[in-house]
């Protein structure tokens, strides 16, 4: 079965800072992984994709099949990128089409 | 269009008692999703409709639990007999049908919350 572990609950970073965001994921076919943050009071928002292979508000995920991995980052943090973050891996096939999410790392940049 | 819309947005409820949520996809979404979040947890996949067709069921999803999109537009999750352990946010979620572009693309409405007494 699918499974995302994002293996911290909670992050706390400088302003200014870089952040590094982990995400583990266990999965037997071609892996498709979002990011999704969740900004107080907001709800649920896709971040990035790793097919598209874009920056979004400065952050950057860079799919590694060898490690499983799919760790979002950022060189500087801002205050405004508090929020909680959660990794999702997409399965699909055989009928199911799922969105599995990992528990979430909750990201505090300090002042 | 204002996005995915849920209501209510908060229900108070007895154990023992029925209750049903709402959910309004973005109008040119034909996939619907539904989603659980308890405190401290990512959200679980409950159950998703192309269309109005349903075509997965998690097995979370108890025999208490019911999702329709009878018209292929908004759909319905009732909860029959609520027990404490129900008690989380219900998350609803649309996206494009399979072969676009967007279509693994999830948005999310703001949820319902339950709590169960």
């Known amino acids: 079965a699918q499974r995302v572990t994002q293996p911290e609950k909670l992050l706390s970073v400088f302003k200014g800072a870089p952040v590094e965001l982990k995400c583990n994921y266990s999965?037997?076919?071609?892996?498709?992984l979002f990011w999704y943050v969740q900004y107080s009071r907001q709800r649920l928002q896709l971040l990035l994709r790793?097919?598209s292979r874009e920056s979004i508000k400065g952050f950057t995920a860079d799919l590694n099949k060898g490690e499983t991995s799919f760790h979002l980052k950022k060189p500087f943090a801002q205050e405004e990128d508090s929020a909680m973050y959660y990794c999702?891996?997409?399965?699909?096939?055989?009928?199911?089409?799922?969105?599995?999410f990992g528990k979430g790392t909750k990201l505090s940049v300090i002042p | 269009d204002t996005g995915v819309s849920q209501n209510p947005r908060h229900k108070i409820t007895k154990r023992g008692q029925n209750v049903t949520f709402r959910c309004d996809p973005i109008?040119?979404?034909?996939?619907l999703y539904w989603y659980r979040q308890t405190l401290g947890q990512g959200p679980e996949f409950l159950t998703y409709?192309?269309?109005?067709?349903?075509?997965?069921k998690s097995r979370l999803l108890s025999d208490r639990f019911s999702a329709e999109r009878p018209k292929g537009s908004f759909s319905t999750l009732e909860i029959q007999r609520t027990e404490q352990g129900d008690s989380a946010m219900y998350l609803c979620?649309?996206?494009?049908?399979?072969?676009?572009?967007?279509?693994?693309?999830?948005?999310f409405g703001a949820g319902s919350r339950l709590t169960v007494l």
């Open positions: 979620a649309s996206s494009l049908r399979g072969g676009t572009g967007g279509a693994n693309v999830l948005t």
């Open positions: 999965y037997s076919g071609s892996p498709e």
């Open positions: 790793h097919i």
């Open positions: 999702a891996l997409l399965y699909s096939g055989a009928g199911s089409y799922q969105l599995t």
């Open positions: 109008s040119e979404h034909n996939r």
């Open positions: 409709f192309q269309n109005e067709a349903q075509l997965e």
